[in-house]
């Protein structure tokens, strides 16, 4: 099981970019798939993006959609969030998290569910003033 831990939060302007890493420990990171997620106060934790195992495969939550994009280094057992045009609705505290996830799993073609994620980091806030 991987051991996460996230870092390059921050306070930014609307319209800026920012990038956050998660660094993975503690087991074969290749053999992971990779998601985000973020979660502002009061509101349920809520998918970002998801990068499959190989890398080759990425998913998006609409909302950020064109605007973020997720890479993996298994070289350096990282995953990587570039956020850019940056919203006051994308203020959260922002959590990466493991996945074995495949498409068809329990029927399933979009991996937005956090029972699909295993281990999770503590998270990293974003707070974008507008």
């Known amino acids: 099981q991987l051991q996460l831990v996230e870092s390059g939060g921050g306070l930014v302007q609307a319209g800026d970019s920012l990038r956050l890493s998660c660094a993975a420990s503690?087991?074969?990171?290749?053999?992971?798939?990779m998601g985000w997620f973020r979660q502002a106060p009061g509101k349920e934790r809520e998918f970002v993006a998801h990068?499959?195992?190989?890398?080759?495969?990425?998913y998006y939550a609409d909302s950020v959609k064109g605007r973020f994009t997720i890479a993996k280094d298994n070289a350096k057992n990282s995953v990587y969030l570039q956020m850019s045009t940056l919203k006051s609705e994308d203020t959260a505290v922002y959590y990466c998290?493991?996945?074995?996830?495949?498409?068809?799993?329990?029927?399933?073609?979009?991996?937005?569910?956090?029972?699909?994620?295993?281990?999770w980091g503590p998270g990293t806030q974003v707070i974008v003033s507008s």
């Open positions: 998290a493991s996945s074995l996830w495949t498409p068809g799993d329990g029927g399933t073609r979009f991996p937005d569910q956090p029972l699909f994620y295993h281990s």
């Open positions: 990068i499959s195992w190989t890398g080759t495969a990425t």
């Open positions: 503690g087991d074969t990171f290749i053999k992971y798939a």
